[in-house]
């Protein structure tokens, strides 16, 4: 499936404006080696502790995209090179990270869809603490699992239902 996300936004402006389709705000880097990645949304809510994200990502992931909130640590790395290839191995469209990562040249070598707010050499501590599959919120959005999500080199959207107007 190929998208533009200002195009879906144009075809889907009625849900745009009544808040449907939610614009994140544009705070993510593209690290990944796939621009463009959608899908059904899980969600992680974490700190500084990335054992729940190697658990999601050991599973299949065809049609999904892992949205962790980590609290936007800028602390240390939630997802390294190990995990993107985990998460490429095991089909998952993408992952967004609300904090860092790392290895971040081996990640752009890796057809995984990987959008962090920076990164950092530091890998996180490992007490398996966190909370998976609830509504977790940060710019400006509240991600919901089972909602969608778009993301190109345009920036990052996610709607309640799939929107159609993809191109093929």
Aim: net charge negative; glycine share 14%; proline share 4%.
């Amino acid at each position: 499936m190929s998208f533009k996300t200002p195009d879906l936004l144009d075809r889907h402006e009625e849900k745009t404006q009544n808040g449907s389709v939610r614009v994140v705000a544009p705070m993510f880097q593209p690290y990944g080696g796939r621009v463009s990645f959608s899908g059904q949304i899980v969600t992680l809510k974490l700190f500084e502790d990335n054992s729940l994200v190697r658990e999601a990502l050991s599973g299949e992931g065809r049609g999904k995209v892992l949205v962790v909130d980590g609290g936007g640590s800028l602390r240390c790395a939630l997802v390294g090179d190990q995990l993107a290839l985990m998460a490429h191995r095991n089909s998952w469209e993408g992952i967004i990270v609300y904090g860092c990562i790392r290895d971040a040249h081996d990640i752009g070598q890796v057809d995984i869809g990987l959008r962090a707010l920076n990164t950092h050499p530091l890998k996180s501590v490992k007490k398996g603490v966190g909370q998976c599959d609830l509504a977790i919120s940060f710019g400006g959005v509240t991600f919901r699992p089972g909602e969608w999500i778009y993301v190109d080199g345009d920036g990052v959207i996610v709607s309640d239902q799939p929107l159609n107007g993809e191109t093929r």
